[in-house]
C-alpha cells in the first residue's frame, strides 16, 4: 500500500489545519489506521487511531483538539486539528497500525507566530 499526506503548512498558535491521507494500492477499509508525528529530534509517535468501526483514540497531548476520521470508499484518512501549539510542530504521517506500510515523506506542520 502507498500513502501519501498532504495538508499542512504554517499556521499560528490557536489555528486550524485539516490533514488528508490517500492510500492506493491495498484494502484501506480492513485495516486500523492511525496519524503519527516526528518533532524534530525526537522519536516518532502516535497521536491518533482509527479502527475499521471508526473507533477513536488520542494521545493524551492531543486530545480534546485533534480528530481522526476516514472514508473507507475514498480510501482517505483525515486529521482535524484545533487549537494548534508550538509543540504540535512536525512532520506528519499517515500508517496502519499494524503491518506498517513504508512511511513516505509525510507532510510539514509548523506552528509559529
Known amino acids: 500500500v502507498q500513502l501519501q499526506a498532504s495538508g499542512g503548512g504554517l499556521v499560528q498558535p490557536g489555528g486550524s489545519l485539516r490533514l488528508s491521507c490517500l492510500a492506493s494500492g491495498g484494502d484501506f477499509s480492513v485495516n486500523d489506521m492511525g496519524w503519527y508525528r516526528q518533532a524534530p529530534g525526537k522519536q516518532r509517535e502516535l497521536v491518533a487511531q482509527?479502527?475499521?468501526?471508526?473507533?477513536?483514540r488520542y494521545a493524551e497531548s492531543v486530545k480534546g483538539r485533534f480528530t481522526i476520521s476516514r472514508h473507507n470508499v475514498k480510501n482517505a484518512l483525515y486529521l482535524q486539528m484545533n487549537s494548534l501549539k508550538s509543540e504540535d510542530t512536525a512532520v506528519y504521517y499517515c500508517n496502519r497500525l499494524r503491518n506498517l506500510a513504508s512511511w513516505g515523506r509525510g507532510t510539514l506542520v509548523t506552528v509559529s507566530s
Open positions: 482509527i479502527t475499521v468501526l471508526a473507533n477513536t
